[in-house]
């Protein structure tokens, strides 16, 4: 039950109308209050922390100076959004935050009036704040566009097309730069040098002419986010004026949390007590089988190079990030640069692995096809979060990859199943002369023991793991051990396919010849991804093997923990089973019958055709 300070604070925050009737004398305490508050439920509830303790005030001196939601506010990815939800009405929601049904840990346009913009992937926001000052000022209304974007996520090349459009059109836009000197790693780049320059003259009263002024925007600041009469009072000054405008705001990553002061990283993101608990013994994640093969491999390899586009701890790249420095590049919050960085890099001899979430390839997919696959140049992509990520839900769910990577000619896509063959595949992959990718779950798999010798895969060929009866389940990646769970119970037969692409023809085509039904698993839309591969394979060899597809369906799935996500996908042991069994029993009578049926979207069965048939 929460506590009477909390109860009145959540009463206070039903609405920031109340807040602007406080006094500015008074707001100090207020923030301290919400501080507090979101440190208490995020301890309990997990989820992002010091981004969000960093910017309490000014959350509040924003909320306090602009006529939210009519003056357009709009945050940058939205990790630090957590005080904003709590001063928009969500207080009473916050203990909810990232779990099946509760509030969402980035920001939705479906959530409140106040999430101007959704987001969760990086430098959208002055875009987004460009397009809604450009609106207002089509539509002859008043309204202020305000951007809130940190020094991390200005490291993207999208910030700078925006600011760099938004200055030429002289748009009437407030771009609020939260400057922690912090991305979730230490901010990298010149930019960092230039932003402490900037400081420091400014401070000695003679600023230096800055990036932001050449761009056409006039620069205001430095202020100090903490302080918030100065924060107030700076704010309101910018809202007076018009035309670009750029407010330089320094902030504390974790201010108010010793501890998340102490060590920003760490805090960045933090789980619910519960999840120590539930960490089972024997178990590591995938991202560590990959951090720790890329040591062993840079070892005795010179010219192997890591590539991350700021994500070094997420990709478990700290050791290696340690022990080569001069082998490993923290490019920024920059997914495009990466990819064709590492495309030079290819082109003079060096093998370089771009370490880099599913969902953030999303951003680099021209550069993935223009830059190495048209080359043909042999960079490794290691794709971490492929599948359902769980509780950063929809933005973050790496549930495209399968399709959007199987219709690059030349790319050679592997889906490993568990830890031991990531780092087969992985091992495989550099002695490959062209393009890889190699995607891999948000989950634990089983330690490596000692002994465990690394080995060569020979690509593009599956892994008959189980002979059974009347159905073959051909599996692409993680889901390999519910499938061995239900075609136990099933007596079907088990394929792990290991490979996208190149994929195993002659098993399909002879698990097809031996099967009444093949099904496909993946966790990847079912739109084109890995059991449409199966379809036109078997379309194009005339085989007519029934098919059920089994997958992630056509909609963003929402957060949750990924094996509820998983679940309700029907794609753990029991809902394979049961698919596949309800499959098997409308077979019998239609084994007399050629005439092909379809289930539903997410379970669609389908006689395959030739395209000529159709
Ligand atoms: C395109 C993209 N790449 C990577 C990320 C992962 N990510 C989330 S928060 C963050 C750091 C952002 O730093 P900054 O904008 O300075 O905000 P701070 O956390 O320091 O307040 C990163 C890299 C992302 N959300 N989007």
Known sequence: MADTAAEDATEAWQDPVL????????????????????????????????????????????????????????????????????????????????????????????ESPYDTFGAGHSST???????????????????????????????????????????????????VLNDNDMSISRSVGALVDSLQRVRKSAASEAPAQTLFEHLGF????????????????????????????????????????????????????????????????GEVSYSQIFGDWMCEEAAHNARLVAITPAMCEGSALVRFAREFPARYFDAGIAEQHSVTLAAGLACRGMRPLVAIYST?????????????????????????????????????????????????????VMVPADGAELRNMLHSAVHLSGPVAIRYPRTA????????????????????????????????????????????????????????????????????????????????????????????CLWEHGARTRVLQLGLPDRFLPHGSRDQILSEAGLDADGIQNAVRTRLEQLLPARSSPSHSRANAAHHGAEPMRPSDA
């Open 19 to 110: 807040l602007r009737t406080l006094k500015v004398t008074e707001l100090p305490a207020a923030a301290e209050q919400l501080r507090r508050f979101v440190l208490e439920s995020v301890t309990r509830s997990g989820g992002h922390l010091a981004a969000g303790l960093g910017v309490v005030e000014l959350t509040v001196a924003l909320h306090y100076v602009f006529d939210t939601p009519r003056d357009a506010l709009v945050w940058d990815i939205g990790h630090q959004a957590y005080p904003h939800k709590v001063l928009t009405g969500r207080g009473p929601r916050l203990a909810t935050i990232r779990q099946r049904h509760g509030l969402s840990g980035f920001l939705s346009r479906e």
């Open 125 to 175: 926001s002055i875009s987004a704040a460009l397009g809604m000052a450009i609106a207002y000022a089509q539509q002859g209304l008043p309204q202020h566009a305000v951007a809130v974007i940190g020094d991390g996520a200005l490291q993207a090349g999208m910030a700078y097309e925006a600011l760099n459009h938004a200055g030429a059109l002289k748009a009437n836009l407030l771009v």
């Open 218 to 281: 006039r620069y205001l600041g430095p202020v100090d986010g903490h302080d918030l009469p100065a924060l107030v009072g700076a704010l309101s000054a910018a809202k007076a004026s018009s035309g670009p405008r750029l407010l330089h705001v320094v902030t504390r990553k974790g201010r108010g949390h010793a501890p998340a002061e102490a060590n920003p990283i760490g805090f960045h993101a933090i789980a619910p007590p519960s999840a120590a608990k539930s960490s089972a013994g």
């Open 360 to 412: 953030f390839l999303q951003r680099a997919y021209d550069q993935l096809i223009h830059d190495v696959c048209i080359q043909k140049l042999p960079v490794v992509f290691a794709l971490d979060r492929a599948g359902v990520v769980g509780p950063d839900g929809a933005t973050h769910n790496g549930a495209f990859d399968l399709s959007f990577l199987r219709c690059i000619p030349g790319l050679t």
């Open 445 to 536: 798999t089983q330690a490596l023991a000692q002994e465990q010798q690394v080995q060569m895969l020979p690509i593009g060929q599956a892994q008959l793991c189980r002979t059974g009866q009347r159905a073959a389940l051909l599996c692409f990646g993680p889901l390999l051990p519910a499938a061995m769970k239900a075609a136990e119970a099933l007596d079907a037969t088990v394929v792990n396919m290991r490979f996208l692409k190149p994929l195993d023809v002659a098993m399909v085509l002879r698990m097809a010849r031996r099967h009444e039904l093949l099904v496909t698993l993946e966790d990847n839309t079912l739109a084109g991804g890995a059991g449409s591969a199966v379809g036109e």
